[in-house]
T-cell receptor, first 116, second 114 residues
Framework: GAVVSQHPSWVICKSGTSVKIECRSLDFQATTMFWYRQFPKQSLMLMATSNEGSKATYEQGVEKDKFLINHASLTLSTLTVTSAHPEDSSFYIC????????????FGPGTRLTVT | AQTVTQSQPEMSVQEAETVTLSCTYD???????LFWYKQPPSRQMILVIR??????QNATENRFSVNFQKAAKSFSLKISDSQLGDAAMYFCAYRNTGFQKLVFGTGTRLLVSP
């Protein structure tokens, strides 16, 4: 149980275009989802926290107009990178926390974004 | 703000041997959670073990155990009988009881040789 999926697993887009990444909790309802960014050989950096039906809370230094997060249902959150540039190329990971769980976050497999 | 420090960028161990990964953290809270996550080459984050700060007993999961020293704010991971599949990045993480976000350390790359 407690599976989180991400789609796509790898995406290449041209500079200036927007790309959407989906994060789904497959077998539980996720009241809270988290989006992380990970550069090569570095740790995970939290970008934002989203609660179902509410606006996302962004970490300091993360551009909310560039990284649009929507958590419209208890099983789906999306991250849209708007007007992507090469410096946005990174590995994006989501995690989800279900109702009734005290501390467990379940991670998705990640999405590699390459902006050319 | 809470911080998590992993001072070992890389560790090596031979199969069947034991290795200990270090982690220290800083917090003014008295109750919190600590975690060790494994990130293999697939980059899927896998929870290895967790510890509640109010519990004095060290957590154990099969070959994985922790040495939790609350006063010293230290949380090390011991891997016994190391296996080739243990090779991965290991991240130590902290979470307050009242907040949901995880604070990660910089990670330790574990190499396992036959």
């Amino acid at each position: 149980g407690a599976v989180v999926s991400q789609h796509p697993s790898w995406v290449i887009c041209k500079s200036g275009t927007s790309v959407k990444i989906e994060c789904r909790s497959l077998d539980f309802q996720a009241t809270t989802m988290f989006w992380y960014r990970q550069f090569p050989k570095q740790s995970l950096m939290l970008m934002a926290t989203s609660n179902e039906g509410s606006k996302a809370t962004y970490e300091q230094g993360v551009e909310k107009d560039k990284f649009l997060i929507n958590h419209a249902s208890l099983t789906l959150s999306t991250l849209t990178v708007t007007s992507a540039h090469p410096e946005d190329s990174s590995f994006y990971i989501c995690s989800a926390r279900g109702m009734g769980t005290t501390y467990e976050q379940y991670f998705g497999p990640g999405t590699r974004l390459t902006v050319t | 703000a809470q911080t998590v420090t992993q001072s070992q960028p890389e560790m090596s161990v031979q199969e069947a041997e034991t290795v200990t990964l270090s982690c220290t953290y800083d917090t003014s809270e008295s109750d919190y959670y600590l975690f060790w996550y494994k990130q293999p080459p697939s980059r899927q984050m896998i929870l290895v073990i967790r510890q509640e700060a109010y519990k004095q007993q060290n957590a154990t999961e099969n070959r994985f155990s922790v040495n939790f020293q609350k006063a010293a704010k230290s949380f090390s991971l011991k891997i016994s009988d190391s296996q080739l599949g243990d090779a991965a990045m290991y991240f130590c993480a902290y979470r307050n009881t009242g907040f949901q976000k995880l604070v990660f350390g910089t990670g330790t790359r574990l190499l396992v040789s036959p």
